[in-house]
């Protein structure tokens, strides 16, 4: 069956641009976690939805990061007013509900900002 | 608060040779610990979990880690490496005792030569 799905693949923007980041988790997967892989780093949680709604999003690293996902399935990560330093590799990874569940990440995306 | 350590950035090992890459945790509580891999252009897929059940864990591409609550330790271990096994491996604890939040090593490269 089709995994999780990111898209773009790699995006490139200037400093001070908004951006968005989609997310497509397997169908019937409850649970959505957002989390951001800087250059030669493991992957940092940014956010987990159960849901519509965000459980924990105590990972966001300030206001500019923001992320929905309003009927349960596709979520997108925005980013306002880009940084140099929000240039990074961007994980979505879904499961079958949270708790005791593996999580299936997709291929990432990556994010440079110039 | 809940961490790992990963002892070693880089590890180089000959083809048919055995794997050691080290991991250490902190937890507060009786952690659930995880090993990933991360193949070039591709997601990261669970290799094992440890989850309070018996402390040797064995997982998928004859990779196998033993938790070690004395040492606080969780080593992964192949008796003989191929070259497919090339790629970035993460420790990973998780926050909530469960799936939520995985909090990830600094990641190992392992290298195998022909």
């Known amino acids: 069956g089709a995994g999780v799905s990111q898209t773009p693949s790699n995006k490139v923007t200037e400093k001070g641009k908004y951006v968005e980041l989609r997310c497509d988790p397997i169908?019937?997967?409850?649970?959505l976690y957002w989390y951001r892989q800087s250059l030669g780093q493991g992957p940092e949680f940014l956010i987990y939805?159960?849901?519509?709604?965000?459980?924990?999003d105590s990972g966001l690293p300030n206001d500019r990061f923001f992320a929905v996902r309003p009927e349960g399935s596709v979520s997108t990560l925005k980013i306002q007013r880009t940084e140099r330093g929000d240039s990074a590799v961007y994980l979505c990874?879904?499961?079958?509900?949270?708790?005791?569940?593996?999580?299936?990440f997709g291929p990432g995306t990556r994010l440079t900002v110039l | 608060a809940q961490s790992v350590t990963q002892l070693d950035s880089h590890v180089s090992v000959s083809e048919g040779t055995p794997v050691l890459l080290r991991c250490n945790y902190s937890?507060?509580?009786?952690?659930?610990l995880f090993w990933y891999v991360q193949h070039p252009n591709k997601g990261l897929q669970l290799l094992l979990k440890?989850?309070?059940?018996?402390?040797l864990v064995k997982g998928i591409n004859g990779f196998e880690a033993e938790f070690k609550k004395s040492e606080t330790s969780f080593h992964l271990t192949k008796p003989s490496a191929h070259m497919s096994d090339a790629a970035e491996y993460f420790c990973?604890?998780?926050?909530?005792?469960?799936?939520?939040?995985?909090?990830f090593g600094a990641g190992t490269r392992l290298a195998v030569h022909p």
């Open positions: 939805f159960q849901g519509t709604g965000a459980a924990d």
């Open positions: 990973v604890v998780s926050a909530t005792g469960g799936y939520n939040k995985l909090i």
């Open positions: 937890s507060s509580y009786s952690p659930s």
């Open positions: 169908s019937g997967h409850t649970a």
């Open positions: 990874a879904s499961s079958l509900t949270g708790g005791e569940n593996e999580q299936f």
């Open positions: 440890y989850t309070s059940a018996a402390t």
